[in-house]
């Protein structure tokens, strides 16, 4: 393989950036552009090294540093390695960067050095996923199962199936080839026990899932009700801008809170309504995709207007919105907010106002004043709930797994279903296609377009 080089902290100013170099070459890279005490490629695996970064063609120094030796295979990537601890900063990262590209390095691709971590055998495939996890984590739940992954508890499950596939099918196959020596009956093949792991796994998906992407949950109503003043409540900030007079927001305005470990997005939209403009009909747009995106809808009402057909008609686009994503109980996911309790309130009965088709099905209504904060604690625990996570610590987060593992569990089901009444051939190619599909998750059965996908995700220097 050739040498690899990129900075590995993000640009801007800080105490610290650090440019990271890997590949053959890159003691001999080290050697060229650092004046210390010892040359890197002279220096002991492991150590640190004070000293400078100076071109060699111009003699010009470039920084102060500190030099890390790694050598391999003892290093992230299974090969020599070298980062240099630099000042913090744009310039002076991209003038390092810009010299150890000059002297033989090419600059690495989005997430190279775990590809080649992976490549190397150092980690699997899901382990190198938890990395990304690892750095995208928005919660310490999220942190807490990449963390899980990324040590193997994942991987070790899914091991543990295959071998048992494996030794299932192996007696299947030894029974085809020497009919006369193996007499497989049907309990040999007994996969009860395989099944009930990847059942185990794919039950731990959705609340994987949920910790690791969060839930989005969309801020919807009629235009003035107060959804932005609702919105900076929930996040303490004044993100929105509000004022008196409808229409003020005219795109989605996104904001994350950690909900019992769950991150979760709430997104300001737009006022839905008939719009008068080409900005408003966009915005309009935009919530709609918003709301079928989202988990689930906070519903504002202004209470001191009372109910209007504007409302009612409203709520039943945002229910057929949730329905667009396949959402099997739609007006279930809202919560009726009824807001502005400060001001005096219109002389009606929300709960026998609101249609009977619409009130039984709303998840709740919760009477709050945005502007003062007024009883905004109870919003949260109303989403939670919606937003239940099993307690059970999960291993699986991403849908590529859960597709791996569903396509396993299919494969399993049709060679229990065949037993008996198919040849012991196909039942065998069943299992087969079974370890197979679980090796996708650990990527000892994968192709170079998913390698890719995968990895495009990372950031360049990871």
């Known amino acids: 393989m050739d040498t690899i080089s990129a900075i590995a902290t ?7 950036g650090v440019v990271r ?5 890159a003691l001999r890279i080290a050697d060229k552009i650092f004046k210390g005490k010892i040359k890197p490629g002279k220096a002991p695996t492991h150590t640190v090294h004070y000293g ?9 120094e470039l920084d102060e540093v500190l030099l890390l030796v790694m050598r391999k295979p003892n290093t992230y990537t299974r090969e020599d390695m070298i980062e240099i601890n630099a000042h913090g900063g744009t310039v002076g990262l991209k003038r390092i960067l810009e010299l150890i590209l000059r002297n033989g390095a090419r600059l690495a691709k989005p997430g190279e ?13 899901a382990q190198a996923e938890a990395v990304l996890d690892i750095v995208q984590a928005k919660t310490d739940k999220a942190l807490s199962l990449a963390l899980s992954q990324l040590n193997g508890e994942l991987s070790g499950k899914i091991v543990e199936i295959k071998e048992k596939l494996v030794e299932i099918n192996a007696h299947l196959e030894a029974s085809i080839d020497f009919p006369e020596y193996f007499d497989v009956e049907e309990q040999d093949i007994n996969l009860k026990e395989v099944t009930e792991g990847i059942i185990e796994l794919l039950k731990s998906g959705e609340s994987g899932k949920l910790v690791r992407e969060g839930a989005t949950v969309a801020i919807a109503g009629r235009t003035n009700v107060g959804k932005s003043s609702l919105f900076n409540a929930l996040i303490s900030q004044n993100r929105a801008i509000v004022t008196p007079y409808p229409g003020t927001t005219r795109d989605t305005i996104e904001g994350w809170i950690n909900l019992d470990g769950i991150p979760i997005k709430l997104v300001d939209t737009a006022g839905i309504r008939k719009a008068r403009n080409p900005i408003e009909k966009e915005g309009v747009q935009r919530t709609q995709k918003a709301i ?3 988990f689930a809808v906070l519903f504002v009402f202004d209470q001191s207007k009372g109910l209007l057909e504007e409302d009612i008609k409203l709520l039943e686009e945002v229910k057929g919105n949730l329905e667009q994503n396949g959402n099997s109980d739609p007006i279930g996911k809202v919560i009726g907010v009824l807001n502005k309790c400060d001001l005096k309130p219109a002389p009606i009965d929300w709960n026998n106002e609101l249609p009977n088709s619409i009130t039984p099905q709303l998840n709740k209504l919760i009477s709050v004043s945005a502007l003062r904060g007024d009883n905004i604690d109870s919003i949260l625990p109303a989403i939670s709930e919606l937003i239940s996570v099993n307690n059970t610590p999960p291993l699986v987060a991403r849908t590529r797994h859960l597709d791996a593992l569903r396509k396993a569990n299919t494969a399993i089901e049709r060679a229990q279903n065949g037993a008996g009444k198919l040849t012991q051939e196909l039942i065998s190619y069943e299992i087969r296609e079974a370890i197979n599909s679980l090796g996708e998750i650990t990527g000892e059965v994968t192709s170079e377009d998913i390698l890719t996908r995968i990895f495009s995700e990372f950031c360049i220097g990871k």
Do not use: C, Q, V, W
Not at 21 to 25: A, C, D, H, R, W
Not at 113 to 125: E, K, N, P, Q, V
């Open 10 to 16: 993000p640009l801007g100013e800080g105490g610290i």
């Open 292 to 294: 079928e995106e989202a």
């Open 52 to 60: 400078k970064i100076i071109d060699p063609d111009t003699k010009i």
């Open 113 to 125: 050095f775990t590809m080649r971590a992976f490549l190397s055998g150092r980690i699997d495939l």
């Open 21 to 25: 170099i890997s590949g053959p070459n």
